[in-house]
């Protein structure tokens, strides 16, 4: 059974054919084992997950200045 999914840090790739951004990605599974694996992303979630990614890296700011106060 899979636990969580990490991404790898490696560049993502762009499959212009397909029209999807592809993520490596890391299946940690409950017993331990990991393996590879790729995340593939349709443009549209492309454009939603950078708008979440840019909140969350917004919320991370303001929180580290308020607790540095």
Do not use: N, W
């Not at 592809?22 to 017993?31: G, I, L, P, S, Y």
């Not at 331990?32 to 979440?52: D, F, I, M, W």
């Amino acid at each position: 059974m899979i636990s969580h999914i990490t991404l790898d840090r490696k560049d993502v790739s762009y499959d212009h054919c397909e029209g999807r951004a592809t993520f490596a990605v890391t299946v940690h599974h409950r017993d331990g084992r990991t393996e590879p694996s790729v995340l593939k992303v349709e443009p549209g979630q492309v454009e939603v997950y950078a708008l979440q990614l840019g909140r969350a890296i917004d919320k991370r700011k303001a929180a580290k200045e308020t607790a540095c106060r």
